[in-house]
């Protein structure tokens, strides 16, 4: 309980003064976007700490390319998730509900209080995403290796209505060992899907260590270009890079755009950066009080 | 009798419900010609994807579409779909509750000479374990027609399952077909033959010789295995006191698995199954198959004088 109880105290704390507006994209200067994406770091480190348990790692090394794409590019209503305008996101990844979680509160779709009961019996935060439990949830996720099918299948049915909604998906470095999403990478090519962006984020790292060590991925980009993608690499925690990255990737035609993130796991939390043992543990309240610390500085 | 492939009933209802609902799309994995979708490729190219040999894919891409108000109607052979794709069928489809059809191709036995990695014999097993998914196994072409029809009219995930032989018609265009509820094609007072697929005609004909001799079989076509129509099981195993179950498909985890579990709780009475016996299947003609793993009329008949006797200790 003290968990819990110290977990919603810090999330009523509205440290960055983070506003949620009614539809989006929001347009932000660069400062509030930086401001936007402290505080989702501040909401995965707070969440997992209340849960005792999560996926801080992973989540922080994708929240600047996330931050950046729900503030300024994603279309959507926190009012009304289904609204027909919206463009869609596909977590591959599921066990970035940390993440996810954060960027639903933060742009408005429910109070932020809520990630006080991340992963709690009864909660709708569930450990890994689920659409039955929560409605602005598109799809459930969590058995890696599916998600990039399932945007590349919207990708395909709003090209057949010849409709103008983006679909973006995020999966992770050590997902693309699953079969499955090079099966997706080849027919998302096949198809055209000029309106299907992927965000990849390469940390190099997986549960059991570095991904080069565990089942080499390299070279990633290469691989991409050989199935017909278009590529751009970043630094997946530069909010110029990532801004211009998704620019581009709208502006490509023809073909599906990878955006590779080159990323650090834990990214933000001193203690956490580049550690394989931060995928899936969370912080005690001395850690917890260290993580602030540093997401405040803004190491 | 007139005998006529479950298969086409699958492709000639997409094709009907094409006309008047554009949410239909196609999706095949190189296998369009045996699934007979096919003519639907032809005809609606744009609602019609080959998503080439990746099961996986072909079913994320499906709960893709339905997420932007397509109803995607996959299709391959039912060992790959329900093996190959498990995962996907469940933590994407079924644990999404996504508007995905399925049409499991060749499933039994009778597939023939591909031998045992063709044959689907585990499928109605492993899709009826999933939570939200509805399972339908169709006993002859017109029967396969409407239930393809009916799955589209309910939301959520729906399995179905049609085979490759040509089999019998034991139906009419105009027999009622309602989802979720069996039907008695004779009444009897002896024994209730409970059947699905194939084996319905099979149940009927074992039905009519035993009447020779005279022991009066109720014969009952259960097409959709979930949800199973528990108050027509009950009441029939309570008027009949005896039951035998006809598949084909493995036992184990099947349809005799799924009508013994009504009974035992609900109104145990004796029962006696006829399906595949824990084992896999092998190259052969359909009908030679359909003998020598014991799926004929002759083998219902041999369970039924058994079922008997026990009823009767």
Known sequence: MKRRELGLELLMDNLYNIKAYPEYPAKLEKEEVKRFCQQIRRDIVVSTFSAGSGHPGGSLSAADMFGVLWSNFLKHKPSDPFWDGRDHVIYSKGHVTPLIYSLYAETGYYNRSLLSTFREFGSPLQGHPANSKLDCIEVSSGSLGQGLSIAAGIAMGLKQDGKPNQVYALCGDGESQEGQIWEAIMSSAHFHLDNLTLFFDYNNLEIDGFVEDIMGIAPIEDKFKSFNWHTIVIDAHNIDEINNGIQTALSNTDRPTVIIGRSIKGKGVSYMENQAGWHGRAPNEEELKIALEDINRGI | ?313
């Open chain 2, 1 to 313: 009798m007139e005998k006529k492939a479950t298969r086409f009933g699958y492709s000639d209802a997409l094709m009907d419900m094409a006309k008047t609902d554009d949410r239909i799309v196609v999706l095949d994995a190189d296998l369009s010609k045996s699934t007979t979708t096919v003519g639907f490729h032809k005809k609606y190219p744009k609602r019609s994807y080959n998503i080439g040999i990746a099961e996986q894919n072909m079913l994320g891409s499906a709960a893709g579409l339905s997420l932007t108000g397509k109803i995607p109607y996959v299709s391959t052979y039912g060992v790959f779909v329900s093996g190959r794709a498990y995962d996907q069928i469940r933590t994407t489809i079924c644990y999404s509750n996504l508007n995905v059809k399925i049409g499991g191709a060749h499933g039994g036995i009778s597939v023939g000479p591909d031998g045992a990695t063709h044959q689907a014999l585990e499928e109605i097993g492993l899709m009826r374990g999933l939570p939200n998914m509805t399972v339908i196994v169709p006993c002859d072409y017109h029967e396969t027609y409407k239930a393809t029809k009916a799955s589209a009219s309910i939301p959520g995930p729906v399995y179905i399952r049609f085979g490759r032989e040509a089999i019998p018609i034991v139906t009419k265009p105009d027999t009622p077909f309602v989802l979720g509820k069996g039907q008695v094609y004779k009444d009897g007072r002896d024994v209730s033959i409970i059947a699905c697929g194939s084996l319905v005609y099979e149940a009927l004909v074992a039905a009519e010789s035993l009447k020779t001799e005279g022991i009066h079989c109720k014969v009952i076509n259960i097409h959709t295995i979930k949800p199973m129509d528990k108050e027509l099981i009950i009441k029939s195993a309570q008027e009949t006191g005896a039951i035998v179950t006809a598949e084909e498909h493995q036992i184990m985890t099947g349809f005799g698995s799924a009508i013994s579990e009504v009974i035992v709780q609900n109104c145990p009475v004796p029962i006696e199954m006829v399906g595949i016996n824990d084992t896999f299947g092998e190259s052969g003609t359909p009908d030679e198959l359909m003998e020598a793993y014991h799926l004929t009329s002759n083998d219902i008949i041999e369970k039924v004088k058994k079922v008997i006797k026990r009823k009767k200790s």
